[in-house]
Structures are given as C-alpha cells and as structure tokens.
C-alpha cells in the first residue's frame, strides 16, 4: 500500500513510449488461444489486468511465452480449453471475466469465475442475459456478481438490441456466437470500441456490420494471426492532458491507436482549444498515428451522451482538464461511470473537493465551472488506477503537494507511470 507525492510542475517535455492497448492486448491472448495454429503478438501490454487474462487462459490448458516484445500463444480451438480445477481469478479486469463468460458459455464443462473486491461488485447480469438468450447456464451470486459459474450448453444465434454500449458485453456476446448454432444479430447500443470486430477478420472470421447491425455466423473457426498491440489511446491521453495544462508543454507520442472508437478525448480537447497534432502513420486493422500536444488556454466543452463510448475511461481526467478550462464542461450520458472499478463520478468528486476544487455530479455525469485554483491535498487513489493517474495530473497543477495513498493500482493498465512522470516533469 504505497503512497505517491507530486508537486507543481515546472516543466512537462519529451516523448514517452506508449504502452500496448489493454483492450487489445485481452482479445490478443483470447483470440490467441481460441485460434488454431501460433499466434504472435508484438508489444503486448505488460501490466496486472492482462496478466490476468493469460493466468486464466494458462489455467485452461493455453500455453504462452514471452520472448522480447514478442508473445506467442498455441492455440487450442474451440474444443481445446481445459476444464479448470479451482476458480479463475480474474483479479480487477472486467474484460477478463465478462469475455471469459461468453467464451465459456459454449464449452463442455463448468468453470467458476471470481475477482478482488471490486470485481466482485461490478455487474455481470449485463453478459449473463444475453447469454441466457443463446441457451447458456450460468449461476451468478445475488444474481448479479461473481464469483459466478458458467456450465457449458449448446448455444444458438438471437437478435439482441444490446440496452448499454459495452464493448465487454458485446465482446462476450459475439465470442458466443462464434460457438452457437446459426447467425446472432446485435443491434441498439453497438458503437462501443470495436477491437474485437476488427481483430476477427485478421483471425480469418466474417463479421458482417454496418451502422445498425453486427452479424455473426456460428461454428467459424479462427485460425492464428500477428497482431501488432498499438499505443493505448487511454494511455497516452495522461500525457495529452498533463501537456494541455503545464504552461510551456509538450509532448510527443508515437504509434497510438487512432481508432475512432477510442479517440473521443482527442476530440474534445481539440474543441477545448488544446494545441493537438495527429499523424497517420499507418492503417492496418488498427489506425495508429503520431499525437503532439502543447499548452494552450483551455474553455469548456459538452460531452454528449452518443461521444461518451468513445472516451469513457478518460473522463475522470476530463474532470481534471476542466476544472482548468475557462467557463462550463457538461458531462452527460455517463452513468457507466458509476460501475467501474470504483463509482468513479464519486471517487472525481471526492479528490476534486479535496483539493478546493468544486463540481457538481449528476446522476450520468458532471457539471466543472472553470478555472479552478487546486491545492495540494491526501486522497485515495479508491484502489482504481485511472483515478490515481488523473489526479496525479491533477498535483501538476496544484499548489504545494498533492498525495495519492493506495497509488500502486496504477499497475493495473500502467506499471511505469510514476517513472514516466518523473522523466516527463525533470
Ligand atoms: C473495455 C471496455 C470498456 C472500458 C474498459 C475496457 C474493453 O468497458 O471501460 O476499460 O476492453 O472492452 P465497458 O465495455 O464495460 O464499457
């Protein structure tokens, strides 16, 4: 349990190296395993919630070794996965479990999933009931949270208008459709990131999709890819930030993922007023690109419901952002914020007021009247790394020192940023 002290920063200058996508860093391993043949991944990320994910699959029999930047994984197919003999501890990662769900679902034997404490509060019915529809059994505790078991069943495709724009919940859903009978349509909230529909295709799967449907053809099976991990867009946007606000910033970031599902943070600085260049660099199954951003003046920005998905893990730095803007940032159609690894519009609230700053939390979202002067302060980081991360951010800013307990989450997605920081600011 350690702490983590920051000060103002005189300076934030350099070009950091982004770390691996963790969204496609998950669907690497999984998609790895449930392929025939070796998969290669370059630049996987290395950090708790994927080690998580090949934990699991490991306890199922998938083999995988690092060499260098390079992983391999010997696919086992579909029918391949081991019947696990004690439960699957997919420790803080959302994504582990509740894709884990949909690839169980179709598989011949029963397998208990559980997770830390946050895990365990976070809501799985969401991937259940789908599932359900498809002819899964799964036995949920409370009927909603894990530790959860799903006991193998033969699956058949459904209609489904997905009711919240999750791409776990619709990654889970189409990794079952892969093993059920027939076609699945998903309609209603499909505009979530899209890695998985992407990765698929590299993987030798027909996803079919357009703005309104996206349909999948049971029985498909996938065979071994490389798979390139790009920069993590929500990686990089810390630096994106911290570069907006430090007088005289700038910074460098090469070879992030430009996907437009995942780019939303990008946008509204931009409208923020925020000095940002972005370089393609190049366009396989994933944009990737080149980002420069330097200080400027910022004013406030309107987040709307439909852009929510595409920068939902940014906005508690966006809270940050804008308690520096001049004049008002509204966020609406949030409310997913309140089911992350932390309720993270009280876990913003909470650090913000500590440090003088003031915000009013809506039910889906947040209301910053800005520029607001921040003074150092304690807090807790709520065992959730991107809250540690944005209010270390937030310390750049501030006056005196600013001290988050609980820092060492930032593992979860980004082992190095403390490290990254200091090298950034001195
Ligand atoms: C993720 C999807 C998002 C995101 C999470 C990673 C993924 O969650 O918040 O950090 O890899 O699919 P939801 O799908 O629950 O919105």
Redesign the pocket.
């Given at each position: 349990v350690s702490s983590v002290s920051i000060s103002r920063a005189a300076k934030l200058t350099g070009a950091p190296v982004i770390p691996g996508d963790?969204?496609i860093s998950?669907?690497s391993l999984i998609l790895g395993a449930l392929a025939e043949g070796r998969t290669e991944v370059t630049d996987l990320l290395e950090s708790e919630d994927v080690r998580s994910t090949a934990r699991c699959l490991s306890a199922m029999g998938v083999r995988l070794h690092t060499e260098g930047a390079v992983t391999l994984i010997d696919g086992i197919g579909a029918r391949g996965f081991a019947p696990p003999s004690d439960p699957l501890d997919c420790g803080n990662s959302?994504?582990t479990m509740?894709?884990l769900m949909g690839v169980l679902a179709g598989r011949a034997h029963r397998a208990t999933l559980t997770g830390d404490g946050s895990l365990v509060k976070r809501p799985m019915r969401r991937v259940a009931e789908p599932l359900r529809r498809m002819g899964a059994k799964l036995e949920l505790t409370g009927g909603d949270f894990a530790p959860l078991t799903v006991i193998g069943a033969p699956l058949h495709g459904i209609e489904y208008a997905l009711p919240?724009?999750?791409?776990?919940?619709?990654?889970a859903i189409i990794m079952a459709a892969l093993s059920a009978e027939g076609v699945t349509h998903l309609r209603g909230e499909i505009h979530?990131?899209d890695?998985t529909e992407r990765m698929l295709a590299d993987f030798g799967v027909v996803v079919e999709r357009d703005d309104s449907v996206i349909s999948i053809l049971g029985g498909q099976r996938l065979r071994a890819a490389r798979v390139e991990v790009p920069g993590d867009p929500?990686t990089a946007a810390f630096w994106m930030g911290a570069a907006s606000l430090v007088p005289g910033a700038r910074v460098q970031l090469h070879g992030v993922s430009l996907n437009p599902t995942r780019i939303g943070f990008l946008r509204v600085l931009e409208r923020m007023g925020a000095r940002v260049v972005t370089e393609p660099t190049s366009r396989a199954a994933e944009p990737v690109g080149r980002i420069e951003v330097s200080a400027q003046a910022l004013r406030g920005a309107t987040v709307a419901r439909a852009e929510v998905?595409s920068l939902?893990?940014e906005l508690p730095l966006l809270a940050v952002i804008a308690s520096q803007a001049e004049g008002r940032t509204v966020v609406e159609g949030a409310e997913?914020l309140r089911v992350?690894e932390t309720d993270r519009l009280e876990a913003v609230a909470t650090n913000l007021r500590a440090m003088g700053g003031s915000i009013e939390v809506r039910a889906d979202g947040y209301v910053i009247d800005g520029p607001q002067r921040l003074r150092g302060a304690r807090m807790s980081s709520f065992h959730d790394h991107r809250i540690a991360m944005a209010f270390s951010i937030a310390g750049l800013v501030a006056d005196g020192q600013t001290t988050i307990d609980d820092a060492e989450c930032v593992a979860i997605s980004y082992p190095a940023f403390f490290e990254t920081l200091r090298a950034l600011t001195t």
């Open positions: 963790k969204s998950h669907r959302g994504t509740r894709v919240v724009a999750s791409a776990q919940v619709k990654t979530s990131r890695h929500s998905p939902i893990d997913e992350k």
